[in-house]
Each structure stands twice: as structure tokens, then as C-alpha cells.
């Protein structure tokens, strides 16, 4: 997840540790292990250390991504933070419920939200899910 927002992070963090179709399984230093409640296939690892940007444009970005992302994000600071997952539906069901979850919060989506999908590119949060 890649925002501008600082509070939309930690929003997040609130979020998912109460989003009812995931049970906290473990915790480390660094990430948090979930496990679909439904069926335990489903599996979710959130990466809550805020990520170097900058690395993590030379690494896991291509070009035409970093540029669409500053682009997007003007001079504003960037934060970002990984989510990784065996099972794109617990993916888009996480990300469904946190729409919900913000628009509750804040009685409006922020457009400030973009997904880095491994397989899709980049993907605008307020739009593609």
C-alpha cells in the first residue's frame, strides 16, 4: 500500500487487527501473520515496518511505475508498507472491508491510496477495489 497520508497508515494498522475474516496468528519485530478464519488456506503476512521508498523503487518498481507514483504524489511524502498473501481473494476482501472501514471513519474515501499489485502494476485503491 503507498499513500501520502500518514494517518491512513496507521488507520490500517488499527483496521486490520479487527477485521473479522482474519485471526492474528503470530507477531514478530516486523510482521504480522494472519490466517483466513474461514477455511485457514488463506494466508496474509503485513509488513507494518514502513518500507525505504526510495530502496524499494530500485528494487520492486519499474520505471514507468515510479514515475506514475511520484507523479501522482506530487512533492508529498511517501509511505509505504507490503502486504503478502497466498490468496488474491483475502487480498481483496481485506482491502474491500478497510473501503468500508475509511469511508465509516472519515464519511469520504481519501484518493490518496495506491495498490502496488505484483501482477496488475499499480492500481488506483478508490477505484479498483
Known sequence: M???????????????????????VSKDHDTAF????????????????????????????KVNEVNFIKTFFKEKKIFMFDLSYTSDSILTDLFRGFKEYLIAKNDSLPGDI??????DGIKKFEIDY
Not at 34 to 61: I, P, T
Not at 114 to 119: S, V
Request: a negative charge; aromatic letters at 20%.
Open 2 to 24: 503507498i499513500t501520502s497520508n500518514k494517518d491512513i497508515v496507521s488507520l490500517f494498522d488499527t483496521f486490520i487487527y479487527s477485521f473479522p475474516e482474519i485471526r492474528l
Open 114 to 119: 495506491l495498490i502496488g499489485h505484483p501482477f
Open 34 to 61: 494472519f490466517q483466513n478464519v474461514k477455511h485457514h488456506r488463506g494466508k496474509l503476512y503485513y509488513h507494518f515496518e514502513l518500507d525505504d521508498v526510495e530502496q524499494e523503487f530500485s528494487v520492486n518498481y
